[in-house]
Nanobody, 126 residues
Framework: QAQLVESGGDLMQPGGSLRLSCTGP????????MGWFRQAPGKGREFVAS????????YYSDSVKGRVTISRDNVNNAVYLQMNSLKPEDTAVYYC???????????????????WGQGTQVTVSS
């Protein structure tokens, strides 16, 4: 069971910036599609962003496009989610996930991901 660990969640004011980190085994981080999801209270798990391991192609949900950047660091075995211009509706628990080894394309549904972290809380409020 691969262990993914998220960090970086915090209480932020609207308009602020935050970088979330996800660390895990190098064999997973460098060779799987990696994704970020979020879950707000009373809602389902929502796709945020994903990055392909082959060429680092990234894909974003419409709700965060232009404000969020996902990146991979194979040296430090990490995946990052840089979030800018934070909004109250960004408030959620953010989860890092690693896709199944057989998947090479971007996946936007939770079912396409094999390993999950425990989540990190992001709260945006004035």
């Amino acid at each position: 069971q691969a262990q993914l660990v998220e960090s970086g969640g915090d209480l932020m004011q609207p308009g602020g910036s935050l970088r979330l980190s996800c660390t895990g085994p190098g064999s997973i981080i460098s060779s799987r599609v990696m994704g970020w999801f979020r879950q707000a209270p009373g809602k389902g798990r929502e796709f945020v962003a994903s990055i392909n391991w082959k060429d680092d192609f990234a894909y974003y949900s419409d709700s965060v496009k232009g404000r969020v950047t996902i990146s991979r660091d194979n040296v430090n075995n990490a995946v990052y989610l840089q979030m800018n211009s934070l909004k109250p509706e960004d408030t959620a628990v953010y989860y890092c996930a690693a896709g199944y080894s057989s998947i090479t394309a971007i996946v936007t549904t939770p079912a396409g991901y094999e390993y999950w972290g425990q989540g990190t809380q992001v709260t945006v409020s004035s």
